[in-house]
Structures are given as C-alpha cells and as structure tokens.
C-alpha cells in the first residue's frame, strides 16, 4: 500500500462547516443595505424597524435582531434577510439562527 496521503481524499475537517464570528459594524452595514433594498413590508399600518444586529453564538451562526415589534416579521422577509447574510458572509450550506428580541425585552 502507498503510506503518501491521497489528494483526492477529502478529511473530516473538509466536512464540517466553517463558523466564523462576523463583525457587529459590518452585519448591520449589510442588514442596513438589504433593508435600504427591499424594506419590511408593513402590517396594520405598522413597519418593522431593525435597531441593530449582532451575533451572540458562532457553531451555529446566531444572529440577534434588536427590533421595535417581532411580531411585524413575516417568514418570507426573515428568509429575505438570512439569504442576503448568506450571500454577503459566504454562508451557503451553513445552518444560520435568526433570533428577534423586541427593543427593552
């Protein structure tokens, strides 16, 4: 048997997916500009406000929205915003929790 490594041979750590802790100033930058983009559709008269985001956990990527009403978030607008973070943090394949905590909670 040849003792070299095959090349071809992908390892474990191939496998697995790459967590990264992205910085608060760049996710908002990036939640700010898809915002800007497509705004949150409104609800009884109501918009959704972002105040800020940052990520609380990395294995997985969890991402925290400091909102005025989380109740204003619709699934297709959450799913909106995960695709961009994916697109903008090279996240394709990786789970992402999306977490919305009302302003004061």
């Known amino acids: 048997p040849d003792p070299t490594p095959r090349s071809d041979t992908l390892s474990l750590h191939?496998?697995?997916p790459i967590y990264k802790q992205i910085k608060t100033s760049v996710l908002n930058e990036i939640i700010g500009e898809?915002?800007?983009l497509?705004?949150?559709p409104s609800y009884k008269g109501k918009r959704l406000k972002i105040y800020y985001v940052n990520q609380v956990d990395t294995a997985p990527p969890k991402i925290l929205f400091h909102?005025?009403?989380?109740?204003l978030i619709h699934f297709s607008y959450e799913r909106y915003i995960?695709?961009?973070i994916r697109e903008s943090f090279d996240l394709e394949g990786t789970?992402?929790?999306?977490?919305?905590?009302n302003r004061g909670e």
Request: net charge neutral; glycine share 0%; proline share 8%.
């Open 95 to 101: 789970p992402i929790v999306l977490q919305f905590k």
């Open 67 to 71: 909102v005025n009403d989380k109740t």
């Open 34 to 36: 898809a915002t800007t």
């Open 82 to 84: 995960e695709n961009k």
């Open 38 to 40: 497509n705004p949150a």
């Open 14 to 16: 191939d496998a697995l």
